[in-house]
C-alpha cells in the first residue's frame, strides 16, 4: 500500500511569508504528527492529530498550526515566516498514535530567504 | 526531554553483528521501547519495538533487559547500507514521541 506522502517536497519562502505543508498518511491511519528537523536541534516533535482533534503539541511558538481533515489528510502551516524556520518537516501516520507502529513520509525540505 | 540515552556515534565492521545499546532507567509499565532509523536527508524508518519480551523481525532483533532499564538492538550481519542515525525511544500510548539525538552507526568496509 502507499507509504506516508508530503507535498511539496521542496520549497523556498520568503521572510515574513506564510507557508502551508501536506501530509496523506497510510490509508487507514488517524494519527498524524509532524516533526522539524534541524541540524542543531535534530529531530523535535510539533504536534500530533487524531481523528481530527489535536492530542499532542510541542513546544513551538504559535505561529505554528495545524489541522487534519475527516479523511485523515493533515496540513501544517507556519506564518511569518523567521529564518530559523528552515528545516527537513517529516510527517508520520500511524494506526491510533503510539503502541502502534509509526511510519514516516520523506519530508518536506523548507528554506526561507 | 527523551527518555533515553545512547552513545553518539559507533563503527562497526562489514558483516559483523551491530549492537547498539539505550538506556531507559525512568521507563514506566506501559512504555514501549521503539527503535528507528534515518538514512541522511530521508525519512526515519521502523525497525523494531517491544515492551517486555525479546523480538525478532526480518530487520533486527531486539533485546531489552529484565528490569526494562535498557534495551540492545542487534544488527546480525551489518552492511554499508546500514549507516545511519539510529534512535531509541520510549513512549507510551497517546504520549508524544520525542525523539533524542541517537546513535550514528559507521558501517566500515
Known amino acids: 500500500k502507499a507509504g506516508v506522502t508530503q507535498t511539496p517536497r521542496y520549497l523556498i519562502k520568503t521572510r515574513g511569508q506564510q507557508v502551508t505543508l501536506s501530509c496523506s498518511p497510510i490509508?487507514?491511519?488517524?494519527?498524524v504528527s509532524w516533526y522539524q528537523q534541524t541540524p542543531g536541534q535534530g529531530l523535535q516533535f510539533l504536534f500530533e492529530y487524531f481523528s481530527e482533534t489535536q492530542r499532542n503539541k510541542g513546544n513551538f511558538p504559535g505561529r505554528f498550526s495545524g489541522r487534519q481533515f475527516s479523511n485523515s489528510r493533515s496540513e501544517m502551516n507556519v506564518s511569518t515566516l523567521e529564518l530559523g524556520d528552515s528545516a527537513l518537516y517529516l510527517c508520520a501516520s500511524s494506526l491510533f498514535g503510539v503502541g502502534s507502529t509509526i511510519y514516516f513520509g520523506e519530508g518536506s525540505w523548507l528554506t526561507v530567504v | 526531554d527523551a527518555k533515553t540515552t545512547q552513545p553518539p556515534s559507533m563503527d562497526c565492521a562489514e558483516g559483523r553483528a551491530a549492537n547498539l545499546p539505550c538506556n531507559h532507567s525512568?521507563?514506566?509499565?506501559?512504555?514501549?521501547v521503539y527503535w528507528y532509523r534515518q538514512i541522511h536527508s530521508q525519512g526515519p524508518q521502523y525497525i523494531i519495538h517491544?515492551?517486555?519480551n525479546n523480538e525478532t523481525n526480518e530487520m533486527a532483533s531486539l533485546i531489552i533487559t529484565e528490569d526494562r532499564k535498557s534495551s540492545t538492538l542487534i544488527l546480525p550481519h551489518a552492511t554499508l547500507r546500514d549507516t545511519a542515525v539510529y534512535y531509541c525511544?520510549?513512549?507510551?500510548?497517546?504520549?508524544?514521541?520525542?525523539f533524542g539525538p541517537g546513535t550514528s552507526l559507521s558501517v566500515i568496509p
Open positions: 517491544g515492551l517486555k
Open positions: 525511544i520510549v513512549s507510551g500510548e497517546y504520549d508524544k514521541v520525542i
Open positions: 490509508s487507514g491511519h488517524r494519527s
Open positions: 525512568t521507563i514506566s509499565g506501559n512504555e514501549y
